[in-house]
């Protein structure tokens, strides 16, 4: 068992773990502040990620990954962290999200649409002035005027992303076309991607709180559709459609 204090989307939390990984894991996160809460972890937590996985699999008609019991003790941690951190004002978010000249930028969308790969073009269009936060599961703080959008060290397969944060500018709907072009959406039409795409306690009072946590969301950050391919045009097109300011 290994226990350790680490500070994820500003919240303080102690982690007790089964293995000693789990700490090289977080170790870019880790903190001497006074946790908020704590998550202890049992081998039950690991075996139900197990099951949960080949359960996902087995939908898409594939079979179960041999994965090590610490790579499943990193979903079991993200996991319950996401089932407490409601309670701080902080989602759980499926997403690729970069930063440009300070201000983030989230693309969402189902799973192989080209989240990633859209945000790549905007790291080889505009270059130094790209920074990725977090490339697959980002936490959002949604503050009472400002979502701000926060790393984590579960950032996806190729690892882009770190210890970083910036206020959310935009968050934007990605669809496969032929052409790019982007329009605003209102908050009634992103609702259910919004909902879709963030993780949803089990329990019913969680679940109305991550609800209250998107509403706010939608006020506070502007919301768009992109339809776009995989030229560079389409970063070039995604920036100058979220720089609207009415």
Request: glycine content about 6%; proline content about 5%; hydrophobic content about 40%.
């Amino acid at each position: 068992m290994t226990e350790f204090t680490v500070k994820l989307a500003e919240v303080p939390v102690r982690i007790r773990a089964i293995h000693p990984q789990m700490r090289d894991f977080l170790r870019d996160y880790l903190s001497e502040e006074e946790p908020r809460f704590a998550v202890a972890m049992e081998a039950a937590d690991i075996d139900r990620e197990r099951v949960l996985g080949a359960e996902n699999r087995a939908a898409e008609g594939l079979p179960p990954l041999d994965c090590s019991a610490a790579y499943l003790e990193t979903l079991a941690i993200y996991r319950k962290l996401a089932e407490r951190m409601t309670a701080f004002d902080v989602l759980l978010f499926h997403g690729s999200v970069l930063a440009l000249d300070g201000r983030a930028y989230l693309f969402t969308a189902r799973s192989g649409t080209g989240k990633s790969t859209h945000a790549r073009l905007w790291r080889e269009v505009f270059g130094e002035r790209v920074v990725m936060i977090n490339d697959d599961k980002p936490l959002l703080r949604v503050e009472k005027d400002r979502v701000l959008a926060c790393g984590t060290p579960w950032n996806g397969k190729h690892h882009l992303g770190g210890n970083l944060s910036a206020p959310l500018k935009a968050l934007c709907v990605l669809t496969r076309d032929k052409t790019n072009h982007i329009e605003p959406l209102t908050p009634e039409e992103a609702f259910p991607m919004l909902v879709q795409q963030c993780y949803r306690p089990e329990s019913g009072e969680g679940l109305l709180r991550v609800l209250e946590l998107l509403e706010r969301l939608s006020k506070n950050v502007k919301l768009y559709r992109l339809g776009c391919n995989m030229e560079p045009e389409a970063a070039k097109i995604a920036y100058q459609g979220m720089q609207e300011e009415a």
